[in-house]
């Protein structure tokens, strides 16, 4: 994880599914832990939301607001 990777999560929008334009620190505990029982996808937003599960389950979500842009 890096830095970057952070403010990703506040900026990036899910791509695809149920909650496609989603951004993906907003994505709904339950699912995110749908992708942890099934498998992430690949690449940058299978990463992506494997870290804002952890963030999740650990419940860090507070970290990200002054991420968030106004």
């Known amino acids: 994880m890096s830095p970057e990777d952070?403010?990703?999560l506040?900026?990036?929008t899910m791509p695809y599914?149920?909650?496609k334009g989603r951004l993906i620190?907003?994505?709904p505990g339950n699912y995110l832990h749908w992708f942890a029982r099934e498998g992430f996808p690949p690449g940058e937003i299978g990463r992506l939301l494997q870290l804002m599960r952890e963030i999740d389950h650990n419940g860090l979500s507070?970290?990200?607001k002054p991420l968030r842009k106004n």
Do not use: I, P
């Open 6 to 8: 952070l403010q990703l």
């Open 10 to 12: 506040v900026t990036r």
């Open 17 to 19: 599914g149920k909650y």
């Open 25 to 27: 620190a907003d994505l």
């Open 62 to 64: 507070y970290l990200l």
